[in-house]
């Protein structure tokens, strides 16, 4: 088969949508390298992808051959990328992150993955023009496809809810990868190099995402602090973000235990699995996600989790973790002193989630896919 992806993200982003793109890609390339595979993307810097770099040599990489194709990207992605796409005569097209261009051949078999409806559920976070453009974009993109794609049960559900002239069985779940390398045995000295470079402590919950409201870092914060004095552990938050951030730094001043609170902003990819793997145990109470990717990445990496009620967290989390919900900060602080005093717990949900998380490894996402796209 010759494949298309929409590769923007793949090449330009290095959050979420980016890693969810080169892992898929990735597994593809390693478990099905028979076939054809083309990438288009606005523009591409092979500086920033450098990790990536063995990949993209097994695969074509398409970009604008005019400048002004260059200098709007978005312009060219959604209406002009279509010409390319029927002139390579591919076989397949997926469009990774939640859009399909306009004026695809009949003859193309299209598939667009949605990873959450987030700016449906909680307008209040976006504004006017977003929600109005990414509602046409989702709306068009998942009328036109022949296969939706749904990260998780939630999705499917939200995509019924939100866009209710949507055929049930046009929708497949196909869940995200862990990146192999949360698989992969841990480099002892890269162990010992990545502790002394953060000041690892020898106990500590991990938090990582971006530092947002719907994050919900704030009121894990304040519920470590309710029990800090109870226990050596410390708490160490992994992410970017800008007001949000800084509410959470200026919490955990107000609160007093700056000597048990850290802030890393800049783990690279290929560190953060390492983080995982001399944590105690990874505390995520975000209140809506499209996945919760860092539960997964704390089952494969053998961490017991505690997450929140609702959402897709179940269904990422699985027997694996302890859900409380995120608003009940006195709750949150309950378990966390919980499975840090209790063994038993903790041992019994790292095995489950042990268990649970080999839907979730990158062979068996891939095999899932492939299925798919023979279909």
Known sequence: ????????????????????????????????????????SPHFNPDRILFWQ?????CRVVTPTKNWGKAFDSVWRSLFLSQFINQKKLDLYHGLSHELPRGIDSSVRTFVTIHDLIFLRYPQ??????????????????????????????????????????????????????HPSFEAEKNPI???????????????????????????????????????????????????????L???????????????????????????????HQCSFVAFPSIFEGFGLPIVEAHMSGKPVISSTGSCFHESGGDGAIYVDPYDVEGLSR???????????????????LRHVQK????????????????
């Open 1 to 40: 088969m010759k494949i298309g992806f929409d590769a923007k993200r793949a090449t330009l982003n290095f959050r979420g949508l980016g890693n969810y793109s080169r892992t898929l890609i990735s597994g593809l390339v390693n478990y099905y390298p028979e076939h054809e595979y083309q990438l288009f």
């Open 335 to 353: 378990e966390i002193l919980n499975l840090i005093l209790n063994q038993d717990l903790y041992q019994n949900l790292k095995s489950n989630g």
């Open 246 to 276: 800084k509410s959470c730094q200026q919490k955990v001043s107000d609160l007093k235990i700056s000597d048990r609170v850290s802030f890393l902003d800049q783990v690279t990819a290929d560190e953060l699995p390492y983080l995982y």
């Open 125 to 178: 976070y976006f504004s006017f023009i977003d929600r109005a453009v990414f509602y046409q974009k989702f709306k068009y993109s998942i009328e036109r496809a022949d296969v939706v794609l749904a990260i998780c049960e939630q999705t499917k559900n939200d995509i019924l809810h939100f866009f209710p002239g949507t055929k049930p069985e046009k929708i497949h779940i196909h869940y995200q990868a862990v």
């Open 54 to 58: 063995e990949t993209l040599k097994q």
């Open 190 to 244: 890269m162990l010992e190099s990545i502790a002394n470079k953060y000041a690892l402590p020898a106990d500590f919950i991990l938090n990582v995402g971006a530092f947002e409201t719907r994050k919900n870092q704030l009121h894990l914060i304040e519920a470590f602090a309710r029990e800090a004095s109870s226990h050596q552990h410390h708490l160490i938050l992994v992410g970017r973000g800008g007001a949000y």
């Open 360 to 375: 979730f490894t990158s062979k068996a996402s891939t095999q899932n896919l492939m299925s798919l796209y023979r279909s």
